[in-house]
Structures are given as C-alpha cells and as structure tokens.
C-alpha cells in the first residue's frame, strides 16, 4: 500500500491577495470612497404611488427600511409622495456577426418618477434614472443567456434604487413643513 502525501503550497499572488485588498481599501478611503450605507433622507413617513413593477417596489421597501423610513399608505400620512411615473425594461440588438447573427445586445432599463409633499407641492420635478448595459450573445446558450438578462437588470434596478435614495436625500424641507420635533412645545 502506498501512502500518499498531500503538499499545501501557497502561490506569492495567494499570499500577497490579503495586503494588497487592505492596500487598495486604503487608497479608496483616501480618495473619498466609502462603502454605502444609509442615507439621510430628512423624510420619515414615505408613500410610494404610480405605475411600478412588484420588483421595484419591494426593493424600494427594503431599502426604506434599512433606512428607518416608514412606507404609508395615504397621503395625507406621508410628508413625501414618490411617484413611479413609468419603469421600462428593454433590450436592443447591438450588433451582428458576418453571418447576419446576433452577437451583442444592450439591456435598458430606466425608471421616470417625481416627488412632492403632503399638500401637492413638487419638491422634485418629473426625473428619470437611465441605465444601460452591453452584453455578448452567444447563439449556443440562450437558455444561460436568459438568466443572465434577468440578472442584469436585477442589479440595474438595485443600482436604480440606489440612485433615487441619493436624489430623494438632496431634497430639502420646505420652511413650513416642521419636524415632528420642532412641532412640539418646548418645556422650560
């Protein structure tokens, strides 16, 4: 019977691979870039209105909710209205081989909303959010190609989200909105 010995060997790029991501971390911090976190939206009470997919609307959920932002049902409850106006999703053939074949397609995916308070006043005009993204096509994996689509936009529209949090933080409060803190009397 032969023994066998197995021989663990650690290549210079396995061991370098943990100082150099702390090294680039570094550098990222230093150039401004953090993680994402939470957003700071001066909003706390929040209704979601309009023409949006069930996907979209429950990543708008969780993100909400990380975000300790309650999502109303009437208007009269929320201190901003987010409408969805429109959300399309749509793919464009990009290019042909010599053969006349598909060779790349481009997926869109793009989200057209505004926001305004309680009273009907716009604090953000009609926007939109326009993603794209180029993808190789490949005739002998469709079915893979399919999910890989899927998987496109599913990150485009957690990138869309992303993007809308960031643009609903930028708007301010009007004057006479006040904070349920500064609507309470102060004790002396």
Do not use: H
């Not at 960031?166 to 500064?182: C, G, N, V, W």
Request: positive net charge; contains cysteine.
């Amino acid at each position: 019977m032969k023994k066998t010995t197995t021989i663990y060997s650690f290549g210079r790029r396995q061991l370098l691979g943990g100082g150099l991501s702390i090294l680039a971390m570094g550098a990222l911090s230093a150039c401004g870039w953090r993680l994402r976190g939470k957003v700071d939206l001066p909003y706390k009470n929040i209704l979601i209105s309009g023409n949006l997919t069930q996907e979209l609307r429950d990543d708008l959920d969780m993100i909400f909710r990380v975000n300790d932002v309650q999502i109303v049902k009437a208007a009269k409850d929320a201190e901003l209205v987010l409408e969805i106006i429109s959300e399309q999703n749509a793919r464009q053939v990009l290019s042909y081989n010599g053969a006349g074949q598909i060779t790349a397609y481009r997926i869109i995916s793009r989200v057209v909303f505004r926001a305004f308070d309680q009273n009907g006043i716009e604090l953000m005009p009609e926007s939109d959010i326009y993603l794209t993204r180029d993808i190789d096509f490949n005739q002998a994996d469709v079915q893979s190609f399919d999910l890989l689509v899927a998987e496109y936009v599913k990150n485009m529209r957690f990138d869309i989200v992303n993007q809308l949090m960031r643009r609903l933080a930028s708007i301010k409060k009007l004057p006479s909105q006040k904070t349920p803190s500064e609507s309470q009397p102060k004790s002396r």
